[in-house]
């Protein structure tokens, strides 16, 4: 398995973009990974890695690449001039159109609006699919897990977009979970069918005339606490709620683990029941740490591109690659294929 990474769009720096890849590349025996940037900074990188990353080198190819697509560039500015970019040549490698042969994926932790740009232009999306999704997955109640979209893509979509959303994420959820009808609702701000934007209750009526042998089991609208009950597998929003919605949570999690710990911490009693407690501890924040599920996925698009979160370190990335590995052995792209044209 070879995935393309682009190495320049992390506001941690190449280095951890390197050390991530480095870490997928040792915990994973069959995988290449080509990585787009600079060759003088990459390779300066490589040789500070410590052991026992650094015996990962030998599946870590270096494509020089020395243009970037800065953070703060719009999706016009991208598709102009960042043809050279690293972005822009990891995703032609994964069309297949690069110099360096093609990879089965590609991730990337640049600025969102370019990478959704140019990932149109270079792949373009599945027949039938306007527009591509970002979507995720977020920790709920019994150890599972929902998936929210979009999360940014498309900051405001009207109502048959939002049909689309629900679809690609109800074959997400078909393919990777292997969910046989995912529970699927759109968010809203009540329950009762006159709440909401109008795209927002028009993609209500849209949803509720599937048949009953749809790909998912529709459940109407959700409010924001409804995300992490456990009580549904899918929740559609346009992008602008979806980003909040998200952003929102992360911080939540990080505060809680915080102050948890801090409770414990903060008396000698305290100190000694967080020796005891430990364990449980631990659990509880590989649970809900938000860095073991960075990495969203452009669903729609005709290969797989995982968006990182731009402020992670070694271990998001990490995690944003082992996203990407999964989504190349359930061949989703394919999945979602398959799923649309069964469709009324």
Request: glycine letters at 8%; aromatic letters at 4%; hydrophobic letters at 45%.
């Amino acid at each position: 398995m070879r995935i393309a990474i682009d190495v320049m769009g992390s506001d941690q720096g190449p280095q951890s973009i390197i050390h991530g890849a480095a870490k997928a590349a040792l915990h994973h025996d069959n995988l290449e990974l080509l990585l787009f940037g600079p060759s003088r900074q990459i390779v300066a990188e490589l040789s500070r890695l410590p052991q026992p990353l650094a015996a990962a080198t030998s599946r870590l190819v270096v494509c020089d690449s020395h243009d970037s697509v800065a953070q703060d560039a719009t999706a016009a500015w991208a598709l102009r001039h960042g043809q050279d970019s690293s972005m822009a040549q990891m995703l032609r490698c994964v069309a297949g159109n690069g110099s360096h042969g093609s990879a089965d994926a590609g991730v990337s932790a640049g600025n969102t609006s370019a990478l959704v740009a140019l990932s149109r232009r270079e792949l373009g999306t599945l027949p039938g699919i306007s527009r591509p999704a970002i979507s995720t997955a977020i920790p709920t109640r019994n150890g599972r897990r929902c998936y929210l979209l979009d999360l940014g893509a498309n900051v405001d979509s009207p109502a048959r977009r939002l049909v689309d959303f629900a679809v690609m994420g109800a074959a997400m959820a078909q393919s990777v979970d292997a969910i046989e009808q995912p529970r699927l609702a759109l968010l809203n701000v009540g329950a009762e069918a006159t709440k909401g934007s109008r795209s927002v209750r028009e993609a209500n009526t849209f949803l509720r005339r599937y048949p009953a042998h749809a790909l998912f089991d529709y459940q109407g609208y959700a409010e924001g606490g409804d995300l992490f009950r456990g009580n549904l597998d899918v929740v559609v929003c346009d992008g602008f709620v979806g980003n909040a919605v998200l952003k929102s949570s992360e911080g939540l999690a990080s505060m809680l683990i915080e102050r948890v710990q801090a409770v414990f911490e903060s008396r000698l009693s305290g100190r000694l029941a967080s020796l005891l407690a430990r364990p449980a501890l631990k659990r509880l924040k590989n649970e809900l740490d938000p860095v073991r599920y960075n990495g969203a996925s452009l669903l729609g698009l005709s290969r797989i591109v995982v968006k990182s979160h731009g402020g992670a370190h070694a271990e998001g990335f990490y995690y944003a690659i082992v996203r990407a590995i999964q989504e190349v052995e359930h061949d989703l792209p394919q999945q979602l294929v398959q799923r649309w044209q069964t469709l009324p």
